[in-house]
């Protein structure tokens, strides 16, 4: 079983990150501020049920206007090997803070060529609402996702 607790700072420190996040990892080290918006939210932090307490993956949402939140959720090395038990253990996690926050929109954004976050992304109830070009530095091009109660 897996272990749900209030996400942490440190966290993502020690969160060795899957290859399509690297970039973002190593951003997110040189730009404290993104750390802070993160916890200004719900966030919690999905472990593995060992004496450590692993991270594999963290998750929030940046609530922005009344009613409407910004997703984030980064996934470690760790979480493939998981599968379905950690999707289903974080959908019920949205679910829960969207009904707890009175959300009635949570939305991410999602790499279109990283098809493993885009599967999730869907899995957990985000469907694709279309295309953001050239949203990141490196001018990748992203889809919006969105969670509608």
């Not at 009904?99 to 009635?104: I, W």
């Amino acid at each position: 079983m897996l272990i749900v607790r209030e996400y942490r700072f440190e966290d993502l420190l020690i969160m060795p990150p899957r290859d399509s996040e690297l970039d973002v990892a190593k951003a997110e080290l040189e730009t404290p501020e993104i750390f802070a918006n993160r916890a200004s939210g719900p966030a919690h932090t999905i472990c593995l049920p060992c004496a450590k307490q692993t991270p594999v993956l963290c998750a929030g949402i940046i609530i922005f206007q009344p009613g409407v939140g910004e997703a984030w959720v980064r996934g470690s090395l760790h979480m493939q090997h998981l599968g379905i038990s950690l999707a289903r253990t974080v959908k019920r996690w949205f679910d829960a803070a969207m009904l707890d926050r009175g959300l009635h929109r949570v939305q991410v954004t999602v790499r279109c060529t990283d098809k493993v976050a885009y599967r999730f992304a869907q899995f957990i109830g985000f469907g694709r609402e279309g295309i953001m070009r050239q949203l990141s530095a490196d001018k990748a091009d992203f889809y919006m996702m969105a969670r509608i109660n």
